[in-house]
């Protein structure tokens, strides 16, 4: 069937169809562009999507992680106000899908394209409304957890706290000021270490299949604190990016809304695993956005988030310090005429700072009995690696502090590692480049690596960069495309 669907890209005369299943509270709604009819489900289609408008738009970002988005609206024809009642109804967080195919095909032939949620409904003119459509992500877009402490102590409307990896000198929650309990995370975990009270080391019990502890020893009067190692569910410890992503993705935030397994490329998550297997650590103690988190955990190694067209959540790293495998050759004939621009030229930076090694709990007047260089070390939020390309300073007349980029890497060899693939990366000015391809295109992959050959901006010979943006219209076979070039 794929061989098919390539070949109805490629004709000119084929008769090109979009549907598109969207569901709100009431129901799920049958559209198309083009009048269409599923004899085998005995279901009409109403022929109201302005085949113009489905462009789905899916972006990575190249030097600020901007990217990880997924966005377009899809118009609605309702000149005659047939459709007024529909802005009624309760659309956030209900599921789409869009396919593509000829007028004439069944429906099971039908290729499906996107796989996503909307955000909304709403109208931008009089004569259409249009449906808001995000990825899969916007399902992230609750608390990690609301779940509270309870019962009648003081800290009953604290939030119970999350711990994931491993985290230095966090502040735990007083659970039971009776006993003098206290908790780190919600659930089985690693081992609870250096419990200290005002920076002196304390004797504990530890309940670890709860995330808790009880200090042997009254410290009335002082902060506790601890380095931890969390969540560790079903005797797995997760300690990475993808396997900790993965776990806040399908075991935390609304419980109506958060992926499953299925939600998660599998294979695309374990092979980022393997390359990018450098330790973490994140702690949630108050109320914060489950989206934000995962983005910020995968910009720690320099990458971004990004659902495959069928909705599968993908990580990607954009790398151009050594080339990739290419997957396509693009030439002058793939290309709509005179459509080819640069649109950005990326700013040179010769030096990035990371902060890594987080102390979650910043300490300036802890016990006399500490050493100064312990003092200090509680009183520091992060610690720092830079990296310089001291030629590319120069030649560029560069001054001023580098970029600061905090993440939640732990050791300082691999917050040392990942700054200098950074500066290796962003030392050289890239051009990122748009153009509208033909339909041969428009089956390329985000992330992916291409050679483009085409007479202008030094690319008569071909040069290697990487897919960071398309915007398919399959009503017309073409495509938009942004290519940042080696």
Known sequence: ??????????????????????????TTEYLSYRPYFDSVANRVYSPVVIGSSVRITRKLGYQNLDGGLTFGDIELENTDGSLDSWLDFIWSNRAIEIAVGAVTWARADYVTKFIGVVEGIDSKSRNVLNIKVRDIMQRLNFPVTELKLGGSTDNKDELQPLLFGECHNITPLLTNPATLEYQFHQGNSEDAKEVRSNGIPASVSKNLSNGKFTPTVNPQGTTITLSAQGDKPSGVWNTTVATIIQRLATAFGNADNRLSVSDIDTSNFNSFDSANNQDIGVYFKTRQNLLVAVKDIAASVGAQLLPSEL????????????????????????????????????????????????????????????VQESKDSFAKEWLTVTKENSTVKASHKLDGEPRRIDTFLLSESEADTEAQRQVDNFSTQRKIISFTGRARLLNLEIGSWVTIQYPRFGMDAGVPGVVLRMTPDWIKSRVQIDIVIR
């Open 1 to 26: 069937m794929a061989e098919d669907f390539d070949a109805f890209l490629l004709d000119n005369s084929a008769v090109r169809n979009v549907l598109v299943e969207v569901g709100h509270d009431s």
């Open 311 to 370: 909705g599968k959540l993908q990580l990607h790293k954009v790398d151009l310090v050594s080339v990739g495998s290419i997957s396509e050759t693009i030439t002058a004939n793939d290309v709509i005429d005179k459509s080819l621009k640069i649109v950005e030229m990326t700013e040179v930076e010769a030096a990035i700072t990371l902060g890594y090694a987080k102390n979650w709990t910043v300490q300036n007047n802890l016990d006399s009995g500490l």
